[in-house]
């Protein structure tokens, strides 16, 4: 790992890898995860799946199925006439069992609670729905076409306060939501150009794969429902789950234990409407896990098409971009109306374009429903721009380096017009990574390398609340909203706290994710965390503090001098440390002083967003023409990170969001058949990178303290996925001149591409 | 119902008798009858790793090894490498380096690097990346891992001059 600091030296122990706060547990098996919980009393669910794409339900029949010894229910949309069935973050269009009519194959129709998993299976199997078949639209080319079967009859609420300021345009019945971003004079842009590229591009139908499968167990008690959920979200499940049961929000108490890899796949609602309904029915408390494979029929990544021209000065500076993006968001909106808003922001890139004309429609198709994965939009959009951007730069005969270094923003400089101005060095960065690749010597003979890079507009929303809670004993325990989900959220929170309150990191306890027991954050996503949460915690620390220098005049000052200290109050010089002054201040058993702090859309966090994520990736490959396979031989990214509290945690987020555009980048795609069946719908066929893919990489930190978080932070851990797809396509094409414009890059694919190239084609 | 059946195991290091029905896997018995809930289930298919143990040293996905052919044969999961409260320089590498996130595929990938490390107490990086390719994670890209099992390997031979 290299750093290049420029950022003041924060204080201990910040920008120490002190070790995972998570460490002994993860290793040794104690760590609990919501699929290791059980609860007493528990019963298991099981769901009976649509095996149609597309299809009336006529009826159900669940009898054989109830006569089954160990099956407690068997409940279908009939049996929910007292529970608002319809969810979803952006457009409540999603049942949370089929209402009638099934979407895509997989989806939920029947619920089964038994005594135990087994018995809950055979039931499935006794389930008897007779289905009338419906047109089918698998495509998002055939979902738009004339006459095309309309997917969603009903008409869906829009959700408030989930990310759209604006109400969603739709311009087509299965167009779920119409994102456009524009400004400047396109025509202007594009009529005086030196030099157009235009082009199509496709990236894949992708599954995060989470290796904890979805996961939930309900409990209702006195009025009050208990969920434990593998969920990164679980204020905003607390919600949907108080509108679907029409319970007040505090009602309802969402805990998450520790969650088994998320990348945004657990963001949102999922089962827990289910289950909770599920647990209604049976009066008992219920567990429903998902097998992988009914996970990946749950929720995937949004494959895209794209068609994008970009229109340059004959000095390769950029005068204007348009581009058309269809997202295939499957049955259901889920987040995906977000993750277009996003692709259609992100697709210009990080630089700086007069004129910008870009449509995103997320378009409902009788697939599995798609929503927020890592990168939201940008790695679709950036892989289409990034290629153009070599395009261009070979048209003009210029440095793929030299034509990204004259278009990228300054420091400071807005994208487009109303954002916060680049919190970046990016002409920096594009050097580190070209540095590290030895980009000004030439290649080995058959070798290509590239560099790509990205921005994207993060952090989510700003609001965000912590308390800091100091004890009788000067002990600290924080407790956060936000959910560690393999970030390390845990381990980097603790050192914020840590560092404010001047005590050392083993006296810090941090609490997380239980809606009844810490306050309230709005998500776990978008990399906003060590920066916003982070924030919340240093005001928390604050108010802490403040209010210990206070109870210290009060209680121990007899008149004398007070003034702040590390970890402590200096009283007429005398150190006194928190606990000292907590008892002093109760002046009696125990007692304790509690911080709050509120991060909100003002003051330093107004301006949106609240800060850019950057990435910038370097690659060489090298290509076996006899069968198409590329070799990465060399994987190079830059951690953009204006502080890294944590650098090994920083570093390992950097390889694995970069290791996960290199799978889909390579060989991960989600195929389904033009009648609606799902090819690669497990683990042996959705292929992720293994170890033994690995490329040798480089990690680079960069810290100027330029985030809008503590210590100059701001977030990491998507960007160096999203630019790497573009980075090894460009490679591949000045290894072998072949133009790559459909991810994944299989074999087959690089194989016929170079054949083309070798007919003259 | 199928028949229930007797089965006697010994399970890091302790010997227990469990009833079981023929079809339960050792995943689901290890898991849900013994309460180790270490070893994770995740693909179900034996791609994964995540619910890789050791069957008399072997490592074996416990997803579709019944349970009852490990009966009379000792099992080792997770829960069973440290002893004494003390981690085992393959657990402590992995906290040294980071070597995971969420922890998920964890007692699976340090399951299969204990039996790599048994039969090849000094692999080469190369052996490493071969007795690690069956076990998925899909949060660290991997090098943390590889760099731990190296570690542990280095601080056993260290330790142990003689081997």
């Known amino acids: ?761 | 119902m199928s028949e229930i059946v007797e089965l006697n195991l010994a399970v890091n290091g302790r010997s227990r008798t469990v009833l079981v029905e023929p079809r339960e896997t050792l995943a689901d018995v290890l898991r849900e009858r013994l309460g180790l809930t270490g070893l994770k289930v995740s693909c179900d298919v034996q791609v994964c790793g995540a619910c890789t143990v050791l069957v008399d040293g072997l490592a074996v996905s416990a997803c579709t090894y019944l349970a009852v052919d490990a009966g009379d044969h000792e099992v080792l999961t997770v829960e069973g490498l440290a002893r004494d409260g003390e981690l085992s320089p393959l657990q402590q590498a992995f906290i040294d380096v980071a070597a995971f996130q969420c922890g998920f595929c964890t007692p699976g990938m340090l399951m299969a690097a204990t039996a790599l490390l048994s039969d090849n107490p000094a692999p080469t990086r190369e052996e490493v990346v071969a007795g690690i390719d069956g076990n998925l994670c899909r949060c660290t890209g991997y090098v943390p891992i590889i760099e731990a099992v190296l570690a542990a390997a280095a601080a056993r031979t260290a330790s142990r001059p003689d081997r």
């Not at chain 1, 560099?451 to 507009?457: H, L, N, P, R, T």
């Not at chain 1, 004993?473 to 936000?482: A, K, L, P, Q, R």
């Not at chain 1, 970890?567 to 007429?572: E, I, R, T």
């Not at chain 1, 090819?679 to 810290?703: C, H, K, M, Q």
């Open chain 1, 1 to 761: 790992m290299k750093r290049v600091t420029t950022r003041p030296a924060p204080p201990s122990p910040i920008g120490e890898s002190v070790p995972r706060r998570d460490g002994v547990a993860k290793v040794t098996g104690a760590a609990r995860f919501t699929s290791d919980l059980s609860v007493p009393g528990m019963a298991w669910a099981k769901i009976v799946r649509s095996p149609y794409p597309h299809a009336r339900i006529r009826s159900v029949d669940t009898s054989a199925a109830r006569a089954l010894p160990g099956v407690i229910a068997a409940v279908s949309a009939a049996d929910l006439a007292d529970v608002e069935i319809y969810y979803g973050h952006a457009l409540a269009d999603h049942p949370l069992i089929a209402d009638g009519v099934v979407r895509y194959v997989g989806e939920a129709v029947v619920g089964i609670v038994a005594e135990d998993a087994a018995t809950a299976d055979e039931a499935v199997a006794l389930v008897l729905i007779d289905y009338e078949p419906l047109p089918v639209v698998i495509t998002v080319e055939a979902a738009l076409a004339d006459g095309a079967p309309i997917i969603h009859e009903r008409e869906a609420a829009q959700r408030p306060h989930r990310g759209f300021e604006e109400e969603i345009e739709r311009d087509h019945p299965n167009v779920c939501s119409l994102s456009t971003q524009s400004y400047g004079d396109i025509d202007d842009a594009f009529d005086g150009a030196h030099l157009v590229v235009e082009g199509d591009f496709r990236y894949p139908i992708s599954y995060a794969y989470a290796m904890e499968p979805y996961t939930a167990i309900a409990e209702w008690s006195d009025g009050g429902l208990t969920v434990w959920s593998s969920c990164q979200h679980p204020f905003m499940v607390r919600e949907d789950l108080a509108n679907c049961f029409s319970l007040p929000q505090s009602r309802v108490r969402v805990i998450v234990p520790f969650v088994g890899g998320g990348y945004g796949s657990k963001s949102y609602t999922k089962i827990e409407p289910l289950t909770a309904a599920l647990a209604l029915r049976a009066g008992r408390p219920v567990k429903l896990a998902l097998s992988i494979d009914e996970s990946i029929l749950t929720t995937r990544g949004d494959g895209a098409f794209i068609h994008i021209a970009s229109a340059f000065d004959a000095d390769g500076r950029l005068r204007g971009r348009r581009a058309e993006i269809a997202l295939d968001t499957g049955a259901y909106a889920e987040n995906s109306p977000l993750v277009g808003r996003k692709a259609a922001n992100r697709i210009a890139g990080p630089y700086r374009i007069p004129a910008v004309e870009v449509t995103c429609r997320v378009i409902y198709t009788n697939t599995a429903p798609a929503s927020s994965f890592r990168g939201f939009g940008a790695p679709q959009g950036n892989f289409a721009a990034e290629s153009q951007m070599d395009e261009a730069a070979e048209k003009l005969g210029l440095d793929p380096l030299e034509i990204r270094r004259r278009n990228v923003v300054a420091p400071g400089e807005a994208l487009w017009p109303g954002v916060r101005g680049m919190d970046a060095d990016l002409d920096a960065d594009l050097g580190l990574v070209a540095e590290a690749l030895d980009w000004w010597t030439p290649p080995a003979a058959g070798h290509g390398r590239a560099i790509a890079i990205s921005a994207s507009d993060a952090g989510s929303e700003p609001v965000t609340t912590s308390l800091v809670r100091i004890s009788a004993d000067g002990s600290v325990t924080v407790t956060v909203g936000s959910t560690e989900i393999g970030q390390g959220s845990s381990t980097v929170l603790a050192q914020i706290a840590a560092a404010e309150m001047g005590v050392p990191l083993d006296r810090v306890q941090l609490l997380q994710s239980d809606t009844s027991a810490v306050s309230y954050d709005r998500s776990t996503g978008a990399s906003r965390t060590t920066t916003l949460v982070g924030l919340a915690i240093q005001s928390a620390a604050a108010d802490a503090r403040a209010q210990l220098l206070d109870a210290a005049r009060d209680a121990l000052a007899n008149g004398g001098a007070v003034e702040p200290a590390p970890g402590g109050v200096l009283v007429d010089g005398v150190h006194h440390d928190w606990g000292a002054v907590v008892r002093a201040w109760f002046a009696g058993a125990g007692g304790e002083i509690v911080g709050r702090g509120y991060v909100r859309k003002a003051g330093t966090t107004q301006a949106m967003p609240s800060f850019w994520e950057i990435g910038c990736v370097g690659v060489e490959v090298s290509v076996d023409e006899a069968t198409g396979q590329i070799w990465v031989k060399h994987l190079v990214t830059v951690g953009d990170v204006g502080c890294a509290i944590n650098p090994q945690l920083v570093e390992s987020q950097d390889l694995g969001a970069a290791i996960m555009g290199f799978g889909m980048a390579m060989r991960e795609e989600l195929v389904y058949t033009p009648d609606g069946n799902l090819l690669s719908g497990n683990l042996v066929e959705y292929r992720v990178p293994r170890a033994g893919d690995i490329p040798p990489f480089t990690s680079i930190l960069a810290e100027r303290g330029d985030g809008v978080g503590v210590y100059g932070a701001k977030g990491g851990g998507e960007g160096s996925l999203n630019p790497v797809a573009a980075a090894i396509a460009n490679a591949v094409q000045r290894a072998t001149g072949v133009r790559l414009r459909q991810a994944p890059f299989t074999p087959e694919r690089v194989w016929r591409a170079l054949q083309e190239r070798d007919a003259g084609g």
